[in-house]
């Protein structure tokens, strides 16, 4: 007893079946089917909001909807310069109140004495640029008159004399206004 196959029995077998058209007809369908509901409803969206959609696409529209967050304008600032009381408050206080990092208390004329023997130009120059642990004041929050007004204040609660430095645009006005009342 051979198990011998016929070549006409083979060739029954590699012929279409039923279940090979039923698999071809199920990826048409699966493939078929979602390309005919999306299309459907792209239709169904195009015919509810046609007006809709060309309003939104008017100029004023995307005018409004790319229009700028925020404005940044460059120059001078419009705020009333600080005191130096109030730059200390605002900047220096958190070293200066307590000695921190070496920095010498507000009001201790033993630990500001040295300091204020250099003058008040070189202790300018070490407050806007930086010293030892103090960070450069210089370009921050304040401007660098007011980071002055605040040296001049916590070098004269030790006992120095320095006057505060005047806003540039008062200094700017002051010889226009001694000239026309000197008229």
């Not at 967050?69 to 310069?81: A, F, H, N, T």
């Not at 540039?168 to 226009?176: F, N, Q, S, V, Y």
Request: aromatic share 6%; proline share 4%; charged share 15%.
């Amino acid at each position: 007893m051979s198990d011998r196959h016929h070549t006409a029995d083979h060739d029954a077998h590699a012929a279409p079946s039923a279940t090979g058209i039923k698999k071809i007809t199920t990826i048409l369908v699966l493939v078929g089917l979602p390309i005919l509901v999306i299309g459907s409803l792209v239709a169904y969206y195009k015919a509810q909001n046609g007006g809709q959609m060309a309003a939104s696409m008017s100029e004023e529209a995307v005018a409004r909807r790319i229009q700028k967050v925020g404005i940044l304008q460059l120059g001078e600032s419009k705020r009333e310069p600080k005191t130096g009381e109030e730059v200390y408050n605002a900047q220096c206080t958190t070293c200066h109140a307590a000695g921190l990092v070496g920095a010498p208390k507000f009001g201790d004329a033993a630990a500001w004495a040295p300091r204020i023997g250099t003058g008040y130009s070189a202790l300018l120059n070490s407050a806007l640029k930086g010293k030892g642990n103090m960070a450069a004041q210089g370009g921050g929050a304040f401007a660098d008159f007011e980071v002055g007004r605040a040296v001049a204040y916590m070098a004269n609660a030790a006992g120095a004399k320095f006057e505060a430095p005047a806003a540039p645009e008062a200094a700017a006005t002051a010889p226009e206004a001694a000239a026309s009342v000197a008229k």
